[in-house]
C-alpha cells in the first residue's frame, strides 16, 4: 500500500510560480514510478508528468514542456512539481499519483492517488 499526501498549491498571478510537493509513504517506493495529472472544472482529468523513482525516465505533457519540472528526493521520499511561468489555464485541480513500474501517459495505470491540491492562476 502507497499513501500520497499534496502540497504546495495555492494562488498565484501569471508568469509566477509554484512548487508542489507529494510525500510518498509504504512499501518499496524506489520502484515506483510518479505521476502528475491535474484537472480543470468541466474538463477531464489530463496527464502533465511522470518520472520513475531513479530518476531514468521523464515525461512530459507537451503544453507544460520547458515550464514545468519534475524532480524526486529520496532522503525524504518526495517527489515536486515545479511550476515556472504559470498561465490562466494551468489553474486545475494537481494530483500526485504512483504505480509500481514504469511511466505511464494514462491515468487509470496508477493505482495510487493522493487528495489533490488546487492551484489557481489569475490573470
Known amino acids: 500500500q502507497v499513501q500520497l499526501v499534496e502540497s504546495g498549491g495555492g494562488l498565484v498571478q501569471a508568469g509566477g510560480s509554484l512548487r508542489l510537493s507529494c510525500a510518498a509513504s509504504g512499501r518499496a517506493f524506489y520502484r515506483l514510478a510518479m505521476g502528475w495529472f491535474r484537472q480543470a472544472p468541466g474538463k477531464e482529468r489530463e496527464f502533465v508528468a511522470a518520472m520513475t523513482w531513479s530518476g531514468g525516465s521523464k515525461n512530459y505533457a507537451d503544453f507544460v514542456k520547458g515550464r514545468f519540472t519534475i524532480s524526486t528526493n529520496n532522503a525524504n521520499k518526495t517527489v515536486y512539481l515545479q511550476m515556472n511561468s504559470l498561465k490562466p489555464e494551468d489553474t486545475a485541480v494537481y494530483y500526485c499519483?504512483?504505480?509500481?513500474?514504469?511511466?505511464?501517459?494514462?491515468?487509470?495505470?496508477?493505482?495510487?492517488w493522493g487528495q489533490g491540491t488546487q492551484v489557481t492562476v489569475s490573470s
Open positions: 499519483a504512483a504505480r509500481y513500474g514504469s511511466t505511464s501517459y494514462g491515468g487509470p495505470e496508477y493505482a495510487y
